[in-house]
């Protein structure tokens, strides 16, 4: 049973388009929710951290978790050449021990 | 801004050979984990360390491997007879526990011939 399911693209998008980019998972127990943005052959650098269901905002980020249908989302807004990037997300029960981690979506931001 | 820092970058092993993988944590973090990703796949967690103990591990996380905090600063993982199918960036992290999430090191690329 595969724990989080993500599309890995490639997508590619006109600069200042809205991206969005999405997860499934399968286990419930996941409270502790994340977005990482990973430029090649670097580690992940955190962008957005939420806990249980709902929004948060954080400049042109916006990540979303609906529990209910075990689905979350990050929206980038006016995207940039410079959010060209592998996107991942990442997931945990207890925010202390094993995160779970999507494969990445490859995202190209066409100047 | 403070940063997880990760030694050597890039370390080829023979086959066989025990290698130490080597990381600074930041420093008022209380949580440690390896993760790794062979090329072209997923992140997988390997080891979570806190309190000067093994907190959780994988399966991937076998007898070959361990870890360790030798000196209150640094946060090691060795593997002593290393497999080619050990290969992979090796990525160290540190967190509180809290909201703030977890950094990640840039990694050390482990390849083994």
């Known amino acids: 049973q595969k724990e989080v399911e993500q599309d890995p693209g490639p997508l590619s998008v006109p600069e200042g388009a809205i991206v969005s980019l999405n997860c499934t998972y399968s286990n419930s127990a996941f409270q502790y929710f994340m977005w990482y943005r990973q430029y090649s052959r670097k580690g992940p650098e955190l962008l957005m951290y939420t806990y249980s269901s709902g929004n948060k905002e954080d400049g042109r980020f916006t990540a979303q978790v609906d529990k209910s249908s075990k689905y979350i989302s990050l929206f980038i807004r006016d995207s940039q050449p410079s959010d060209s990037a592998t996107y991942l997300c990442a997931m945990s029960a207890d925010n202390f021990n094993k995160f779970y981690f999507g494969s990445g979506t490859k995202l190209n931001v066409k100047p | 801004e403070p940063e997880v820092t990760q030694t050597p970058s890039h370390q080829v092993t023979q086959m066989g050979q025990e290698v130490i993988l080597r990381c600074v944590p930041i420093?008022?973090?209380?949580?440690f984990y390896w993760y790794r990703q062979i090329l072209g796949q997923k992140v997988e967690f390997l080891v979570s360390?806190?309190?000067?103990?093994?907190?959780?591990k994988s399966e991937i996380f076998d007898d070959q491997f361990s870890v360790e905090r030798p000196d209150g600063s640094n946060f090691t993982l060795k593997i002593r007879s290393t497999k080619l199918e050990d290969s992979a960036m090796y990525f160290c992290?540190?967190?509180?526990?809290?909201?703030?999430?977890?950094?990640f090191g840039s990694g050390t690329r482990l390849t083994v011939v």
């Open positions: 420093s008022n973090h209380l949580y």
């Open positions: 360390f806190y309190n000067n103990e093994i907190s959780e």
């Open positions: 992290a540190s967190g509180q526990g809290s909201v703030y999430g977890y950094t």
